[in-house]
């Protein structure tokens, strides 16, 4: 069995969806390393274990200092990489494998930098989507509080002063100024519920899928999050394909690399599948991991032989309907939350406060004129 399959389905049954160990910034420093003085022509063993020392504490710098410990003991590249585990991504050795094989090793590291940055980008978009309505969302529940617990209270008590027989929505604005804290708790708690309930789902395998599946249901971010992971995960496939991988192998290695649960957990049976001879757009439709529109467009590239190419036009495809979805999560949303919060506030004070107060400048203007 080749060792880089082997690698990648010791990843897929183990469940781990994401291999711990480097970030995707150690990922493309690391690789911007070994890129450099591989068009230097420099000694990897030697230019790497001088960088390792110079390098603080860290996983960085302990993966530098043991890939130029094994090359200089006599190991290949693609052997080094693997024989980190965990730490390096499986995909990473069977590229770097790839490129050896073939003689295009510079070519293979400097579209790992170009993937690697732009998984950075995906995960900076969907972070700062979901960012910005948040911020949103927790100045309008602060300012409900403020205004029920600091203000109403206020109101209320000049209402008593002067016995004001109060309409029905001030006397709800008042008995909800009574319990602002606790209706303000319910949906924090629920929040915090939801947020140890998929903390508990993600120490199992069915628990991820489970959590996934809750994720990709909510409207609009659910399918910002799919669309970002499965733009990561056809890219890299794609890659894998370009460079000469053969399909059930680069299918196992982008599926350990996987961030969804679902997709990782199909990546061994699809791998059996790939392995049969089936074809990658009806194992697709078969194991339903992807829209009929996309099944359609990779059976079309396998029959055309552009299946590389076509991944990246489906990653492409992905990736803009994230940005789609961000933007409209950036644009839309916390302006509608505004909004709502506004017509909430004049509404219920308005009726709630200002009808009250205009008895009251009647009841003291009529008591003056007497």
């Known amino acids: 069995m080749n060792p880089d399959n082997q690698g990648s389905e010791t990843a897929i049954t183990s469940g781990a969806a994401v291999p711990k160990g480097l970030t995707g910034d150690d990922l493309v420093t690391l690789n911007e390393e070994i890129a450099g003085m591989a068009r230097a022509g420099l000694p990897l063993d030697q230019g790497l274990a001088a960088l390792a020392r110079e390098m603080g504490r860290g996983r960085l710098q302990r993966v530098t200092a043991d890939i130029a410990a094994d090359l200089k003991n006599g190991h290949t590249l693609p052997q080094s990489l693997e024989r980190q585990g965990s730490r390096v991504p499986p995909f990473y050795a069977g590229l770097v494998a790839a490129g050896v094989r073939t003689g295009r090793i510079s070519e293979v590291l400097a579209t790992l930098t170009v993937y690697a940055r732009s998984i950075a980008d995906l995960r900076s978009i969907v972070i700062g989507a979901l960012y910005y309505p948040a911020i949103v969302l927790i100045l309008a529940f602060a300012l409900f509080g403020l205004l029920f617990a600091f203000l109403v209270p206020q109101f209320e008590k000049v209402f008593s002063e002067f016995k004001i027989r109060l309409p029905a929505i001030t006397e709800f604005l008042i008995g909800v100024s009574h319990h602002i804290w606790i209706i303000l708790a319910i949906p924090l708690a629920i929040i915090v519920l939801v947020f140890l309930v998929g903390l508990f789902l993600k120490h199992s395998d069915r628990g991820r899928r489970a959590w996934a599946r809750f994720v990709y249901a909510i409207p609009i971010v659910g399918t910002l999050i799919r669309s970002s992971r499965l733009a990561a995960f056809t890219d890299l496939l794609g890659i894998l394909v370009d460079h000469g991988l053969p399909l059930p192998e680069a299918f196992g290695l982008a599926g350990a690399a996987c961030s969804d649960p679902l997709m990782s957990a199909a990546a061994k049976d699809v791998q059996a599948d790939l392995s049969r001879g089936m074809p990658l757009g ?87 004129l007497n």
């Open 282 to 368: 009806e194992v697709y439709r078969k194991h339903k991991l992807v829209p009929e529109l996309i099944a359609w467009m990779t059976a079309m590239g396998e029959q055309r032989g552009s299946l590389g190419t076509t991944l990246h036009h489906v990653a492409d495809l992905y990736k803009r309907q994230t940005e789609m979805r961000a933007n409209l999560l950036r644009s839309v949303l916390p302006p509608f939350i505004l909004l709502v919060t506004a017509a909430i506030i004049v509404i219920l004070f308005v009726l709630g406060v200002a009808l009250p107060l205009l008895k009251l400048f009647d009841a003291l203007s009529g008591a003056s």
